[in-house]
DNA sequence: GAAGGTCAAGCGCA
DNA sequence: CTGCGCTTGACCTT
């Protein structure tokens, strides 16, 4: 009975889904990117493995966690412990561009959060896309238009999936990760980006 | 070196 | 319940 329903499931479910549409690919998310064991594999190893780190911020005249973990490895230096070569390769094949930093976000459950943001353009290559794989738990992504009626597009990212947003896209859009009240176990994100150079060099300097 | 952007928690509102 | 917009301030980029 779950297993007929389960192929069902894979019969409908779409391959890709175009969100937003620009000259460049706009957002496309690919539901089923990766089997649900490879991407369960991949998130135990990362958990336990990668260099997570807390971060602080001011807010207001209190100092606050961050809601959620972050780590961060160049892609030709990676370490071994980590499926992030295999995760890379299985990237390339989808959406391929010239990555050469990963991300990493784990939202451990309903509290943490990222607020609406878009990333960085100063330090990314022009016309290369940010790719994303989620794994863990499915968790909502809301995807904001800046312009004109300030459409929302809510997604929900489910593991073993794959978000490609263009880099025009940042431009037009924003995105985050609200916290929920909901029942939320956890989720990582893996995000794989281009940047033009290693610009941490000159920071922190005088 | 001045100016502007970011992004945290909590609140009230729809 | 969910989304949104507002608030302050240290740190960052330009």
């Not at 089997?35 to 990668?50: I, M, V, Y």
């Not at 001011?58 to 992030?84: H, I, K, Q, S």
């Not at 004109?148 to 896209?169: C, K, N, V």
Request: glycine share 6%; net charge negative; charged share 20%.
């Amino acid at each position: 009975m779950h297993a007929l329903s389960a192929l069902i499931d894979d019969l409908f479910a779409p391959s890709v889904v175009q969100l937003v549409e620009d000259a460049e690919g706009g957002i496309c998310y690919w539901p089923r990117f990766v089997d649900a064991d490879t991407a369960q594999a991949w998130f135990e190893c990362l958990r336990a493995n990668a260099a997570w780190s807390a971060l602080q911020r001011p807010m207001y005249d209190r100092v606050v966690d961050v809601p959620r973990l972050v780590a961060g490895y160049a892609l030709d230096a990676l370490p071994e412990t980590l499926p992030l070569a295999d995760m890379l390769a299985r990237v390339q094949a989808f959406a391929p561009a010239s990555y050469t930093h990963a991300g990493m976000n784990l939202y451990r459950d309903g509290r943490d959060s990222v607020a609406m943001h878009h990333d960085k353009l100063h330090s990314l290559a022009l016309g290369q896309p940010i790719t994303l794989v989620s794994l863990g738990s499915a968790r909502r992504m809301l995807i904001r238009a800046i312009d004109g009626h300030h459409e929302t597009i809510a997604i929900d990212l489910e593991p073993g999936s794959l978000l490609r947003m263009s880099h025009a896209s940042q431009l037009t859009h924003e995105h985050g990760i609200p916290k929920t009240q909901r029942e939320q176990p956890a989720r990582i994100s893996v995000a794989f980006r281009a940047r033009m150079r290693d610009d941490s060099d000159h920071r922190r300097h005088g």
